[in-house]
């Protein structure tokens, strides 16, 4: 008896240390196990957030908000603290997953005048807070952006909307609207471009009679619409980017820097009687019932 407990005693020994053992190399791998998890939940936590870097500092925005008179705008400085505005919020806001400047927009009885549609929409102003310095074809100048459709709806026929997401607006000086007797500076858009069925079209604008005087030529039915061209590549809802260039009688529209439209005609040299200025963001080309459109800016940049 005592030589079979001499022979069991080791053994037992030989069994708690094994199976110690495993215990503790158990532990080891669900500490492991706990700490990966634990390294992967941080990187989860730590999502990059990213801010649109836009300097605002040379355009005011319109917002389809309002008394129903007339939209609410906000000019430099004030519109570089659009993210703490509560007014401008539902209309101009951050996206900071993607690193965006949204411009939500939708049918509003608060328009500008001379249209029925609504806007949130950038106007450039080359001097902050004045809207009376502009540039003519002449002096020439290029808006640059990278920009996606974030979402839009769809009409009774299941077609998606229209929004305009970059335009060149013409503007009588002092001299001009006083000789033609008009009540306001406005004068016809050179340049609209559409994102349309998931498609970039440009619509610019010809003088229906070439023989007008300058005079002639300042109202705005001097003025009718070109047939309008779009690019072949379908953009969708991926980021493009999209370039006007403006010169002396001439005006190219880029799209991804791989389609080129240009225009180099009688028409943009009769054109160089007028003032321009850039406009970029979401200008919502319907009134549809319960319609919308949200419009993303990566990047925007002006020079002339």
């Known amino acids: 008896m005592k030589n079979i407990q001499r022979n069991i005693l080791?053994?037992?020994?030989?069994?708690?240390?094994?199976?110690?053992?495993?215990?503790?190399?158990?532990?080891?791998?669900?500490?492991?196990?706990?700490?990966?998890?634990?390294?992967?939940?941080?990187?989860?936590k730590k999502k990059k957030?990213?801010?649109?870097?836009?300097?605002?500092?040379?355009?005011?925005?319109?917002?389809?908000?309002?008394?129903?008179?007339?939209?609410i705008e906000v000019s430099p400085p004030e519109i570089s603290d659009y993210a703490n505005n509560e007014v401008l919020k539902p209309y101009m806001y951050n996206d900071s997953v993607r690193g965006a400047?949204?411009?939500?927009?939708?049918?509003?009885?608060?328009?500008?005048?001379?249209?029925?549609?609504?806007?949130?929409?950038?106007?450039e102003q080359m001097v902050p807070g004045s809207n009376s310095?502009?540039?003519?074809?002449?002096?020439?100048?290029?808006m640059k952006g990278k920009l996606a459709i974030d979402k839009i709806s769809r009409d009774k026929n299941g077609k998606y909307h229209r929004v305009i997401i970059m335009q060149i607006h013409g503007r009588l000086t002092d001299e001009q609207k006083e000789r033609i007797g008009q009540k306001d500076h406005n004068a016809p858009p050179i340049l609209k471009i559409y994102w349309?069925?998931?498609?970039?079209?440009?619509?610019?604008?010809?003088?229906?009679?070439?023989?007008?005087?300058?005079?002639?030529?300042?109202?705005?039915?001097?003025?009718?619409?070109?047939?309008?061209?779009?690019?072949?590549?379908?953009?969708?809802?991926?980021?493009?980017?999209?370039?006007v260039k403006v010169s002396e009688g001439?005006?190219?529209?880029?799209?991804?820097?791989?389609?080129?439209?240009?225009?180099?005609?009688?028409?943009?040299?009769?054109?160089?009687?007028?003032?321009?200025?850039?406009?970029?963001?979401?200008?919502?080309?319907?009134r549809d019932e319960g319609a919308f459109a949200s419009v993303r800016y990566y990047d925007l940049e002006i020079s002339h």
Request: charged letters at 30%; aromatic letters at 12%.
């Open 10 to 44: 080791p053994f037992l020994v030989i069994v708690f240390i094994a199976v110690n053992a495993a215990c503790h190399a158990q532990e080891s791998s669900v500490t492991e196990s706990n700490v990966k998890k634990e390294k992967r939940k941080k990187k989860k």
């Open 133 to 142: 310095t502009n540039w003519t074809f002449k002096q020439g100048g290029t």
């Open 250 to 286: 001439k005006m190219v529209v880029a799209l991804n820097n791989n389609e080129f439209k240009v225009y180099e005609n009688v028409h943009m040299r009769k054109w160089g009687i007028f003032e321009n200025y850039f406009k970029a963001g979401n200008y919502f080309q319907t």
């Open 101 to 123: 400047l949204v411009f939500h927009a939708f049918p509003s009885k608060a328009t500008t005048a001379n249209t029925k549609y609504s806007r949130s929409e950038l106007r």
């Open 196 to 243: 349309k069925d998931g498609k970039i079209r440009v619509k610019t604008k010809v003088l229906k009679n070439l023989g007008a005087t300058e005079t002639e030529m300042l109202h705005e039915d001097a003025w009718g619409d070109d047939k309008g061209h779009t690019f072949k590549e379908e953009v969708g809802f991926k980021k493009f980017r999209l370039e």
């Open 49 to 71: 957030y990213k801010l649109p870097d836009i300097d605002l500092s040379h355009w005011k925005v319109t917002i389809p908000a309002g008394n129903g008179k007339k939209p």
